[in-house]
T-cell receptor
């Protein structure tokens, strides 16, 4: 079983602050995905990273895939209240995908 | 463009009653279809997946079942609900795991 551990579990910050959340595993993944989920809705795919060491930027969000393809981080610059939500990472392994438990981010105005 | 529809959005059912949740996908053919359950503070638990009509794989033994009567239709059922079946149920489709999932908007099931 490929376990994905996300940290921190909860994060509450003020608007304008920067933050980083982490997704770690002892398993190697062929790709890793990040999703954001708002209350009462399904998760929405933000990005897929495939290559070890890959960095992808989506506006204020920066995603990095570890060199060994076992871990990933999501960095948000100048957080906004609209960034509030549950951030889930998911790793694609041997023909399956496993999700972490998520980081619940609250951005206060 | 592809869309996924899931209903109902919320459901309150008594213990022992049957369940039927439906999911349909539009705009694609032969999608891989998934049912997940999400409990508070925990990750998404894969319940069933299907790579084609009539092909169902179960990940977790339980009193739930799934069926795929048509290419773009996926149904989650139970004959008798348990209290422990309460949760947030999500349907998803993908063309390939590496392309990620598109999730439906979910069904909040409360068994009372």
């Amino acid at each position: 079983t490929q376990l994905l551990e996300q940290s921190p579990q909860f994060l509450s910050i003020q608007e304008g602050e920067n933050l980083t959340v982490y997704c770690n595993s002892s398993s190697v993944f062929s790709s890793l995905q990040w999703y954001r989920q708002e209350p009462g809705e399904g998760p929405v795919l933000l990005v897929t990273v495939v290559t070890g060491g890959e960095v992808k930027k989506l506006k204020r969000l920066t995603f990095q895939f570890g060199d060994a393809r076992k871990d990933s981080s999501l960095h948000i610059t100048a957080a906004q209240t609209g960034d509030t939500g549950l951030y889930l990472c998911a790793g694609v392994g041997n023909n399956d995908m496993r999700f972490g438990a998520g980081t619940r981010l609250t951005v206060k105005p | 463009s592809q869309t996924i529809h899931q209903w109902p959005a919320t459901l309150v059912q008594p213990v022992g009653s049957p369940l039927s949740l439906e999911c349909t996908v539009e705009g694609t053919s032969n999608p891989n279809l998934y049912w997940y359950r999400q409990a508070a503070g925990r990750g998404l638990q894969l319940l069933f997946y299907s790579v084609g009509i009539g092909q169902i794989s179960s990940e977790v033994p339980q009193n739930l079942s799934a069926s795929r009567p048509q290419d773009r239709q996926f149904i989650l059922s139970s004959k008798k609900l348990l209290l422990s079946d309460s949760g947030f149920y999500l349907c998803a489709w993908s063309a390939s795991l590496n392309y990620g999932y598109t999730f439906g908007s979910g069904t909040r099931l409360t068994v009372v």
